[in-house]
C-alpha cells in the first residue's frame, strides 16, 4: 500500500492542477492537512508506484 506522503511526492493531480511535492486543494482545510488527495492523483501515483517497483525487481540483463 502507497502512503498518502508517497502518493503528494509521486505523482501531480489532474483534478486541482497540484504540483508533485503539493498537497491537493480543497475547500476544507481540514482536508488538505489530513493529506488527502484526489481520486486520480492516487491512481496515477499507485501506478507509478507499481512501475517503479517492477524496475527495481527487474534484473539488468547485459546483452555480449
Known amino acids: 500500500m502507497i502512503s498518502k506522503p508517497e502518493i503528494i511526492a509521486l505523482a501531480a493531480c489532474s483534478a486541482c492542477g497540484a504540483m508533485r511535492g503539493e498537497p491537493c486543494t480543497f475547500i476544507r ?4 492537512v489530513a493529506g488527502q ?28
Open 29 to 32: 482545510a481540514a482536508r488538505a
Open 37 to 64: 488527495s484526489h481520486f486520480p492523483r492516487v491512481t496515477l501515483a499507485r501506478k507509478i508506484h507499481a512501475e517503479n517497483r517492477q524496475k527495481a525487481l527487474a534484473p539488468d540483463t547485459i546483452n555480449m
